[in-house]
């Protein structure tokens, strides 16, 4: 059908008709098409905006339909229901058909032919049915039926192609329409294979009713695609050839084929491969089937003593030993196996060499080529370990016999509750009970709180070191005093050097009787040396005070000198009064008494009152190091005779000693003057006067200033830690002697 008429033509004709283009733009209509529709476009117009019954006539209501109709094909009829504005009620048809070709330069046009479907009483030809209404439902169903159907379907009259559906044409890659007429061979000349099998089934299809074949088509731009060829005759054998071939794409079967041919040859390797891991692994591997040994591991052959050769055919029960309940021999408990369960074992093999030893080993089911069930046994060497075993039980015992015959309190622990295990006869009186009823119990029910906590926390740093520990207890009998037992306990891991233990030996000995002997010998050493330092305190101090009466004598007889040997013999008494106060002293020097004894001496020596006051926290428990308390005493002895010398004879010297937390303070007063400008860090180190007591005060622990406070000159002497210290004892009570130990209530 020309689709190209004239413009006389087109209005001339007694149909309806109306043109459009493939882009919707309205172009024109006739006459009669104006009569038989209201509202019409006018040209230029879009159908999209056109009147609902306009785009169901001409289809535009789906255009893909449209867009997909070949040149020369024309779409189904459409079906209208409209209401003129007369009111009157009436049904339009419509069909469009596509060009053969479009217009030169321009898009394809679209022709609707549309008439009336209403019965009309008037005798208007418009109203008459279409002759081609009856055909058009079966055609549109048929061809519906062809076009949605995956496979490519074509009609063949003798050896050419009639018709196709459009997945055909896709399948042999050709633009849309130019296979209609075309000779199969003609078709197909583009690929020599393709050409040679459709020639071989024409020719088949002359004495054979089917011909199926497959079709490699390679189509430049596109991946190489795998098609079914079926051609079938439909006519019969003696007339003109008419088939119906169909194509079928079996590309992803294909592919998927040789995927499993790869596969196969990857298993394949595969299996070489596990072999040949199976065969380095220390494990040995034997397979099993219905004839028996198929296949072992070289660890297997090594362990039964043979080669491959020599087992394949025979029962794994060739290597069993002669008990009748082998786990080679009885194999019935295989047959409950599924695939994929496993049953372990341990038994003695007896190799071809005569070698029997233990093995440990699982029996595994599973199916093999052909459905067939196979059995793999992985076995392990284990001798070596029950040997092992064997000494390990044997150093138990040995251990056990050790602990029950030891004289000492031991007691074997597990390491991670820390529960008695094993307990000999002399740890009854360690664990204060019987050995027996302490098996199983931890430490929180054998011992007291406070006692339980302790061991638990040494027995636990035992373990985390990985190394003994040694401690000693003092157990008391509930109420923190005596009688007193000593116990000497050592803890010990059990366990190599680079694992963690998994037991605790605890040694224990009784040492109360030890330990009251070497504190018997120690307290009389102890008297023994303080007897002979108080005798010695004693003679240096009568030694002083000698020396200082024949310097008295000396004195007297040479006025002239009498000065300086007065300051000489105030040294030496104060340095006597020392070694007096150490006499009956325990320990270091309480500072307070060194001052006292200080002042005393002063004061019987010049005969110069002087008043001592002690005032402050804890004044009375600071005490000097042994090797401070002469210094500070010489000191003292020439602070408080500068004050003599400088003071009114009738008034008397204040000399105060206070405390803090800080240390200790000594103000002594006097009635003076201080000379104008005076400051010690002028004073330079003596042998006398301010000068001793410079070169003699320790610099870190000490200060010393020296100012006039009006009428009076105030001294104040600092002394702190580390020259001075407190005590932690009471004054006058000595310092406890002997070694300290943690007190735990029975």
Known sequence: MDLNPSDDWFDLVPSALAEFDEQGRWLRHNHAFATLVERTPTPGQHLATTAPHIQQLTGWDTPLGLLGLRPGEGAFPTRVHVTRDDLVPCVLMGKVHAATSPAPGGERKLLCIAWSATPSTTGDVTAQPHPALDTEPLLHEL???????PAGIAYLRADTLVRCNRRFERMLGVEPGTLTGQQLEALLSHDPRIKRVASESVARLQREPQYESELEIDVPGKPTMWYALSIKRIGSAGGPLEAIAVLSDITRIRTQKAQLEAMGR????????????????????VTLDANGISWMNRSARRMFGGDLRDFVGQPLSTVATTDLDHPFRMTEYLDDLLDGQSHTFECQVMGRDGRIFWVVGNAVVTLGEFNQRQTTYALLDIDRRRQAEARSAEAQATLKRIIEMAPMAISLLEASSLRVLQANKAAAGFLQRDPLQAVGEPPETLFPEARARQMREEMQ??????????REHKVGNGNGKGPFQIWDVNYLPLGSDDQAADQLLVVSS?????RAAEKARLDAAIAQREMLVREVHHRIKNNLQGVAGLLQQIAQRKPEVAPAISEVVGQVQAIAQVYGLQVGA????????????????????????????????QVNDWQLPEAESIPIALSLNELLTN??????????????????????TISIRNRGHVPEGFTMDRIRGGVSGLGLVRALLPRRSSTIQIQQDGAQVLTRLQLTPPGISLSPYPPNLGEPAGQQFALWPQ
């Open 143 to 149: 061809t519906t039926i062809l076009e949605s159907s």
């Open 643 to 664: 004050a003599h010398k400088h003071s009114d004879k009738g008034s008397p010297i204040a000399c105060g000693m206070s405390s803090d937390e800080q240390g200790v």
């Open 461 to 470: 740093s035992a373990l985390d070191a990985n190394a003994p520990v040694h």
């Open 510 to 514: 009784d040492i109360t009787e030890q």
């Open 586 to 617: 325990g320990g270091p020097l309480r500072l307070h008494s060194v001052v006292e004894a200080i002042a005393s001496s002063v004061q019987k020596t010049f005969g110069h009152p002087i008043a001592l006051t002690l005032e402050g926290p």
């Open 266 to 285: 990857d298993l394949a390797l595969q299996a070489d491969r596990t072999r040949a891991i199976l065969d380095s692994v220390f494990v040995g591997i």
